[in-house]
T-cell receptor, first 117, second 112 residues
Framework: AQTVTQSQPEMSVQEAETVTLSCTYD???????LFWYKQPPSRQMILVIR??????QNATENRFSVNFQKAAKSFSLKISDSQLGDAAMYFC??????????????FGKGTHLIIQP | GAGVSQTPSNKVTEKGKYVELRCDPI?????LYWYRQSLGQGPEFLIY????????DSGLPNDRFFAVRPEGSVSTLKIQRTERGDSAVYLC??????????FGPGTRLTVL
């Protein structure tokens, strides 16, 4: 079974600064997807960014980028120019690409991101 | 269009009672997922529907939990003989490509 580990329960960053959230995972599969989701107090999970394991290029979405290290099974999220609206819980998630119904996401425990004004 | 909706947003029940939680997916999304999020934890996968059938129910914790999706759209998660340990936020998600999942706001279930 796959596992996802987020070792930082909480991170704090000054507004406009850059912060990196860590995520490692364990799998024996070679093809999979990785995601970062944001969960504000409203509870609704919002997809921030996704990465396909077969792609070597790191995904980027505006101020959000990832550092995907497949051999190390590491998938960190970098948020540049942090804004007050970025404050939320951030979850790293894994999805197998094997098919056969194994579509459910495996989540880490989350990192609480605090933005200091 | 409208996003995933879940009703009720909050449900309080007594130990031993039966509850139903409803999920309305994004129109046209054939894949639907249920997750359970306990306090301070990430969501845990419960069940996945492709159309009307449960393609993967490996995450259901025991036979008190059951879910249906009779017409391939709305889904209902049913919990019998609720226990205090069932208290959690129940999240529903839908997808058109089985990769990107769009989540609803969840139902917070409290079992007294």
């Amino acid at each position: 079974a796959q596992t996802v580990t987020q070792s930082q329960p909480e991170m704090s960053v000054q507004e406009a600064e850059t912060v990196t959230l860590s995520c490692t995972y364990d799998t024996s599969e070679s093809d999979y997807y990785l995601f970062w989701y944001k969960q504000p107090p409203s509870r609704q999970m919002i997809l921030v960014i996704r990465q396909e394991a077969y792609k070597q290029q790191n995904a980027t979405e505006n101020r959000f980028s990832v550092n995907f290290q497949k051999a190390a099974k590491s998938f960190s999220l970098k948020i540049s120019d942090s804004q007050l609206g970025d404050a939320a819980m951030y979850f790293c998630a894994y999805r197998s690409a094997l098919g056969g119904g194994a579509d459910g996401l495996t989540f880490g425990k989350g990192t609480h991101l605090i933005i200091q004004p | 269009g409208a996003g995933v909706s879940q009703t009720p947003s909050n449900k309080v029940t007594e130990k031993g009672k039966y509850v139903e939680l409803r999920c309305d997916p994004i129109s046209g999304h054939t894949a639907l997922y249920w997750y359970r999020q306990s306090l301070g934890q990430g969501p845990e996968f419960l069940i996945y529907f492709q159309g009307t059938g449960a393609a993967d129910d490996s995450g259901l914790p025991n036979d008190r939990f059951f879910a249906v999706r009779p017409e391939g759209s709305v889904s209902t998660l049913k919990i019998q003989r609720t226990e205090r340990g069932d208290s959690a936020v129940y999240l529903c998600a839908s997808s058109s490509d089985r990769i990107e999942q769009f989540f609803g706001p969840g139902t917070r279930l409290t079992v007294l």
